[in-house]
């Protein structure tokens, strides 16, 4: 039983220290089995991670380096942000050779299911194309057309009854496939499209956590401006808490279902995000703090997430791990739990963590990232090595880097590069020659760019853009708060 949460920050659970958002069911996978403290998805954005949780990839390796459908090459100056750079082409498919975690499976004798979001690839590269012999929602786009309540716009979900929750609906789907395949072996994906833009909860939920906010000292201010957006500071947006809660109800319709089956004992159950919660650009929904930055972004609030992994008979409930682990990861450690094998022609990148559920250690190696691309969020093309507790980055716009010493400093605001030199060039030559194995594609200086306009436009964000978000967000908290017309709950529209 895999759970993907799509936006959802490290910071976005109760048992990862929120205390706004509420999350008992999800909760309850990291009391039962063991949580990596320091888990990290491959990418800032969606897609290149969800493709390396199926290939066990470094995004360099399997192509898919941005979310599909992000403009690149000459097409990103549609954009008009007058970057300096221009962003390089990527994989917009999952590449039909990639010999999948569900391929795998289903070889085996599993029955493979997918619920949610995919964003994968357009029709042909869908999650029937790669080993998952049911799709209940995963299609091309990356956020649910028509929105969260029904009728949605979904090709591959019909939708239910006037104003059903699509959040549940995926819940309940797979609660529905694990009943009918409880006497074999399944493999059940369920990919959630929250807590992803657009906000969007119930009248209910939004009138409780709306309380529970004025309840204590409200924020004058919501936002602080680094570097090119501004970065939500407070967990206080009652919409998205209300995402979240009923992101934990679904999970808990899962749950419940395996108990009630007699199945809990003798089910892997893995929870994790695909990248960092939106605390800039989209919806500026959340707060990753004490860590920098969010979704889109090359600090570890863009990166790291909750990772939690249930096994019954290997892990010991309530254990932790402070090794750094990474969405390649799952891949070769789900088959090993399996007692299914890599295949010989999927060369993946992550290691198996079976060795740390049973309380031993894996070999030390340093993770890596490559984001040659722009974020909405505000993030810059870059790319990172972490190697035991340094982290430097690599800007690819003007050459400079970054180092980080992440025990001392996990909230990045030190930067050593101009002190320690001799580790910036050790770490660099690494990152160098990694790069330069995996084909890495990079940004190309765009002459065309008028600096001077973009250095305007951060300036206006800085400014008049901070400012209405202010009012914005402030606003989500009002007695006078009215959603758009086409959501409030499980309600008839108007």
């Given at each position: 039983?895999?759970?993907l949460a799509d936006?959802?920050g490290w910071?976005?659970?109760?048992?990862?220290?929120?205390?706004?958002?509420?999350s008992?069911n999800?909760?309850?996978i990291?009391?039962?089995?063991?949580?990596f403290?320091?888990?990290?998805?491959?990418?800032q954005?969606?897609s290149?991670?969800?493709?390396?949780i199926?290939?066990?990839k470094y995004?360099?390796?399997?192509?898919?380096?941005?979310w599909?459908?992000d403009?690149?090459?000459e097409a990103?100056?549609?954009?008009r942000r007058?970057?300096?750079h221009?962003?390089?082409?990527?994989?917009?498919?999952l590449?039909?050779?990639?010999?999948?975690?569900?391929?795998?499976?289903k070889?085996?004798?599993?029955?493979?299911f997918?619920?949610?979001?995919?964003h994968?690839g357009?029709?042909?590269?869908?999650?029937?194309?790669?080993g998952?012999e049911?799709?209940?929602?995963g299609?091309d786009v990356?956020?649910p057309?028509g929105?969260?309540?029904?009728?949605?716009q979904?090709p591959?979900l019909?939708s239910g009854?006037v104003g059903?929750?699509?959040?549940?609906?995926?819940g309940?789907?797979?609660?529905?496939?694990?009943?009918?395949?409880k006497?074999k072996?399944f493999?059940?994906?369920?990919?959630?499209?929250?807590?992803?833009?657009?906000i969007?909860?119930?009248?209910e939920?939004?009138?409780k956590?709306?309380?529970?906010?004025?309840s204590v000292h409200l924020?004058?201010?919501?936002?602080?401006?680094?570097?090119?957006?501004s970065v939500?500071?407070?967990q206080?947006?009652?919409?998205?808490?209300?995402?979240?809660e009923t992101?934990?109800d679904?999970?808990?319709?899962v749950?419940?279902?395996l108990d009630e089956?007699?199945l809990?004992?003798?089910?892997?159950?893995?929870?994790?995000?695909?990248n960092?919660?939106?605390?800039?650009?989209?919806?500026?929904?959340?707060s990753?703090?004490?860590?920098?930055?969010?979704?889109?972004?090359?600090w570890?609030?863009?990166?790291r997430?909750?990772f939690?992994?249930?096994?019954?008979?290997v892990?010991?409930?309530g254990?932790?791990?402070t090794?750094?682990?990474?969405?390649?990861?799952?891949?070769?450690?789900?088959?090993?739990l399996?007692?299914?094998k890599?295949?010989?022609?999927?060369?993946v990148d992550g290691?198996s963590?079976?060795?740390?559920?049973?309380g031993k250690?894996?070999?030390?190696?340093p993770?890596y990232?490559?984001?040659?691309h722009?974020?909405?969020?505000?993030?810059?093309?870059s790319?990172?090595i972490?190697?035991?507790?340094?982290?430097?980055?690599?800007?690819?716009e003007?050459?400079?880097?970054?180092?980080?010493?992440?025990?001392r400093?996990e909230?990045?605001?030190?930067?050593?590069a101009?002190?320690?030199l001799?580790?910036?060039?050790?770490?660099?030559?690494?990152l160098?020659?990694?790069?330069?194995?995996?084909r890495?594609?990079?940004?190309?200086?765009?002459?065309?760019?008028?600096?001077v306009k973009?250095r305007?436009?951060?300036?206006?964000?800085a400014?008049?853009g901070?400012?209405r978000?202010?009012?914005q967000?402030?606003n989500?908290?009002?007695p006078?708060?009215?959603?758009?017309?086409d959501?409030?709950g499980s309600?008839?529209?108007?």
């Amino acid at each position: 039983m895999f759970i993907l949460a799509d936006d959802l920050g490290w910071r976005d659970l109760s048992n990862e220290g929120s205390t706004y958002y509420e999350s008992p069911n999800i909760d309850r996978i990291a009391r039962e089995g063991m949580k990596f403290t320091r888990g990290y998805a491959t990418c800032q954005v969606c897609s290149p991670s969800r493709a390396s949780i199926l290939t066990g990839k470094y995004p360099t390796n399997h192509g898919i380096t941005t979310w599909i459908g992000d403009r690149a090459g000459e097409a990103w100056r549609q954009t008009r942000r007058n970057d300096s750079h221009l962003p390089p082409e990527y994989d917009r498919n999952l590449r039909d050779s990639e010999i999948t975690l569900a391929e795998v499976m289903k070889k085996a004798g599993y029955s493979t299911f997918f619920a949610g979001k995919w964003h994968l690839g357009s029709k042909g590269s869908w999650p029937t194309d790669h080993g998952f012999e049911i799709n209940k929602g995963g299609w091309d786009v990356g956020s649910p057309r028509g929105g969260y309540f029904s009728p949605w716009q979904n090709p591959n979900l019909k939708s239910g009854p006037v104003g059903e929750s699509l959040t549940l609906r995926l819940g309940k789907e797979t609660a529905d496939f694990i009943e009918a395949s409880k006497d074999k072996p399944f493999l059940a994906y369920l990919s959630f499209y929250t807590v992803h833009s657009p906000i969007q909860t119930t009248s209910e939920l939004w009138k409780k956590y709306q309380s529970k906010a004025t309840s204590v000292h409200l924020a004058r201010e919501r936002f602080l401006f680094d570097r090119r957006l501004s970065v939500r500071q407070v967990q206080d947006c009652p919409v998205y808490a209300g995402m979240i809660e009923t992101m934990d109800d679904a999970v808990g319709i899962v749950l419940r279902k395996l108990d009630e089956l007699g199945l809990a004992d003798n089910t892997i159950v893995c929870f994790t995000s695909d990248n960092g919660g939106v605390s800039s650009g989209d919806a500026y929904s959340t707060s990753n703090l004490p860590l920098r930055g969010g979704k889109g972004r090359q600090w570890e609030g863009g990166i790291r997430e909750p990772f939690y992994l249930k096994a019954p008979g290997v892990t010991r409930p309530g254990s932790t791990s402070t090794v750094r682990v990474n969405g390649i990861d799952w891949y070769p450690t789900l088959l090993e739990l399996t007692g299914l094998k890599v295949p010989r022609k999927q060369q993946v990148d992550g290691v198996s963590l079976v060795p740390l559920l049973k309380g031993k250690a894996i070999p030390r190696r340093p993770l890596y990232w490559h984001y040659p691309h722009y974020g909405n969020q505000g993030g810059e093309p870059s790319s990172i090595i972490i190697q035991d507790n340094w982290k430097l980055i690599h800007y690819h716009e003007d050459g400079r880097d970054e180092l980080y010493h992440l025990g001392r400093d996990e909230v990045e605001q030190v930067d050593l590069a101009a002190i320690e030199l001799r580790r910036v060039k050790t770490m660099r030559a690494r990152l160098d020659t990694w790069l330069k194995a995996t084909r890495a594609k990079f940004p190309v200086r765009d002459d065309k760019a008028d600096l001077v306009k973009r250095r305007a436009r951060f300036e206006f964000l800085a400014t008049q853009g901070k400012e209405r978000l202010e009012r914005q967000h402030a606003n989500f908290l009002s007695p006078d708060f009215k959603p758009d017309k086409d959501w409030w709950g499980s309600a008839p529209r108007d």
